[in-house]
């Protein structure tokens, strides 16, 4: 545990020189921007915050790839297990501090926008809803970056993150030549009328998937040859 606990330290230490004041400025600057010339100030802060921590949080596989670090925790005989473990632990830790200071910024841009429809608990939970997708796409990625390396694996290991943008879209304007704003709403409204059961589900799904995102790391860093 201490070894997990060190390592994620380390993977964090490894990107501070990238989490600059001017780059944190461009990326508040292009969500502000967003957020107050669209209706979507409740989301948008929160989806850009969570598509940019998921491009951050491989930092550490690039720079350990430049470095030779894979040789070097080798060497070291520490153990694979470990640094997988650490790795999860550090895109966990990011995801939620990039989390909090989104719906921070979220509920402050609605607040200085006097947004009548803003509705913090919908903005929260979008904020989860968020929060879980786009870890399950760091769960796609992590196991390639751990099977091929950085270089070989990012141009795949980033497609979801384009992904996303089309097949949200693309679903809403297919629902709207399928189905009549009746049947959209009834839809949407069958989840939010059996909460008690779709969010255990849902958190089941999303942690089993987690797991396994875990286990297939550990499986083919131990595979791979320093």
Do not use: C
């Not at 520490?78 to 995801?95: E, H, M, P, Q, T």
């Not at 979220?106 to 929260?124: E, G, I, K, Q």
């Not at 879209?169 to 059961?197: S, Y």
């Amino acid at each position: 545990m201490n070894d997990t606990l060190a390592l994620a330290r380390l993977d964090l230490a490894t990107i501070r020189s990238y989490l600059t004041l001017k780059a944190a400025a461009i990326m508040l600057a292009m969500v502000l921007i967003l957020s107050f010339t669209t209706d979507t100030a409740g989301t948008m802060p929160m989806a850009m915050m969570m598509a940019l921590t998921a491009v951050f949080a491989s930092y550490p596989f690039v720079v350990g790839e430049k470095s030779n670090m894979d040789v070097l925790y080798a060497t070291l005989r520490l153990k694979r297990r470990s640094i997988v473990a650490g790795r999860y632990l550090f895109v966990l830790a990011f995801d939620l501090m990039a989390w909090a200071v989104a719906l921070l910024i979220s509920l402050l841009v609605n607040v200085v926008a006097h947004r009548a429809t803003f509705d913090p608990m919908t903005s929260l939970a979008t904020g989860l809803v968020l929060l879980i997708i786009f870890s399950l796409i760091q769960a796609i990625q992590l196991p390639l970056f751990f099977k091929l390396g950085y270089t070989k694996a990012k141009l795949l290991a980033y497609a979801p993150l384009f992904a996303i943008p089309v097949i949200v879209f693309g679903g809403m304007a297919l629902t709207r030549v399928l189905l009549t704003p009746e049947q959209a709403t009834a839809l949407v409204a069958w989840p939010m009328a059996h909460l008690p059961v779709v969010i255990p589900v849902a958190l089941v799904t999303w942690a089993g998937l987690i797991v396994l995102s875990y286990r297939l790391s550990t499986a083919f860093y131990a595979r791979r040859d320093f």
